[in-house]
């Protein structure tokens, strides 16, 4: 079992940053992908970012490639997300997740899911 809690989110202006932090407990940690995902109002819930625990690869979305970075804490078992050159298009709830292996970026293979943090980008 993995529990997943993010913080760090708020209302931000376009252009702005924020960062988002997800704190991991459980057994087993290291044995999981980490995965950002998104869901706007309306919309389906969408890949955002991913790091592997063992290997850091990571993986973007491209609609933030260049503009997110997704990074991790071994040591304290904590996966961010520094969100940078925010527009409206970025509002949305985003959710941290655990995937067991390497990841997949499909909604349907995450293992656990944190409860979500608002991010609002206004213009």
């Known amino acids: 079992q993995v529990q997943l809690v993010e913080s760090g989110g708020g209302l931000v202006q376009a252009g702005g940053s924020l960062r988002l932090s997800c704190a991991a407990s459980?057994?087993?940690?290291?044995?999981?992908?980490m995965e950002w995902f998104r869901q706007a109002p309306g919309k389906e819930r969408e890949f955002v970012a991913a790091?592997?625990?063992?290997?850091?690869?990571?993986y973007y979305a491209d609609s933030v490639k260049g503009r997110f970075t997704i990074s991790r804490d071994n040591a304290k078992n904590t996966v961010s997300l520094q969100m940078n050159s925010l527009n409206v298009e970025d509002t949305a709830v985003y959710y941290c997740?655990?995937?067991?292996?390497?990841?997949?970026?499909?909604?349907?293979?995450?293992?656990?899911w944190g409860q979500g943090t608002q991010v609002t980008v206004s213009s």
């Open positions: 790091i592997e625990w063992s290997l850091d690869s990571t």
């Open positions: 459980g057994r087993s940690f290291s044995m999981y992908a």
């Open positions: 997740a655990a995937e067991r292996g390497r990841y997949s970026r499909v909604v349907a293979s995450i293992d656990y």
